[in-house]
């Protein structure tokens, strides 16, 4: 079997070049075991859109950016997050290019690379276009991509940044096309939309092999890791509640839709090694478990919301302002 690093704590160059990469036998199994990964690749190439010229035509075709001074806020506001996670996306693609071992996977996370490139270089002509200053990044978010950026070991990298923050980018993406606040925006996002897709899906596809590779310690890290860093979205989600609201969101349905590839990483945790390894909840509860949460925190556009839960809101928003002052005090 092809070997996988866990970590990225540097490697050895005294065997280089890896001659085994072109020994036929090598590739016979390294195909059968990751050429949807080289897929990838190849798709990514084929469907790579020019940022620059995909944005002037948007914006000549809509006029520009007409919005009321609020709305353009809360815009920056929202797109300040995919601005810099498509940096820390951006590197941490190009630090995993690196780490990976077996051609195929490298190959998908270049061409990951090459497209947070276009994301970012892409947002940051939007925001700019916007005509309103960006803020700093909200202290969750922050502490969010700052832990994916340090983070020693390989397996949380990937499910840090390609099942968790990329998994809620893809949705949300999908929630401000389909709010329509503004045009231009809304006609960009299908085109970030479908490049994180596929960043997605290299996790989805390669991580299965490490995860049985974990010790009991591993596992038990890294469900961790998960629950620090899908906390700190919910939070930092809450925080920002009114901004997503002005731009047309569903909450709700961003939520509930992102769930499932965090589900396959519990299922793949849990049957690593026969399901003995770490602390293993079974699908079904967790999906249970999640909808209600989501229900509480992100009702349904439209639902009733009863007195208590009304005050329960407001007490978020002001526990969710005090944590983000006590990361930036931290910080």
Known sequence: MVEILSSISGRNNAQFPPYRLIERDYLKEAQLSFGRLER?????????????????????RHGGISLPAPKKEAIARVFSIILWGELAAWHISAEIA????????????????FDEARHFYTMRDYLLA????????????????????EAGSLVEKLIGMQLLVE???????????????????AELMPYFEQDEARHVGLGV?????????????????????????TTFIVWATILLRESFEALGVDLHRVFRNGI?????????????????RGIYIPPDMLLKANNLAIDFY??????????WLRLAHDLMSGTARLGERVLEWAA
Do not use: C
């Open 40 to 60: 990838l690749y190849h798709i990514g190439q084929k469907k790579a859109w020019d940022g620059r010229e995909v944005l002037d035509r948007l914006l000549q």
């Open 98 to 113: 690196e780490a990976l071992d077996d051609v195929e996977a490298k190959m998908a996370a270049t061409g990951q690379a």
């Open 130 to 149: 916007l005509g309103v200053d960006v803020p700093p990044l909200d202290g969750y978010t922050r502490a969010i991509l700052v832990s994916v950026l």
């Open 167 to 185: 998994n809620v980018a893809v949705h949300l993406f999908r929630g401000v096309a389909k709010g329509g606040v503004e045009p231009v925006l």
């Open 205 to 229: 596809m390669f991580l299965p092999a490490m995860l049985a590779k974990l010790s009991r310690a591993e596992s038990l890290r890294l469900q961790l890791f998960q629950v620090k860093v």
């Open 260 to 276: 499932s590839n965090q589900l396959e990483i519990f299922q793949a945790m849990g049957q690593a090694d026969g399901g003995t």
């Open 298 to 307: 992100f009702p349904r556009p439209g639902a009733p919301r009863p007195r």
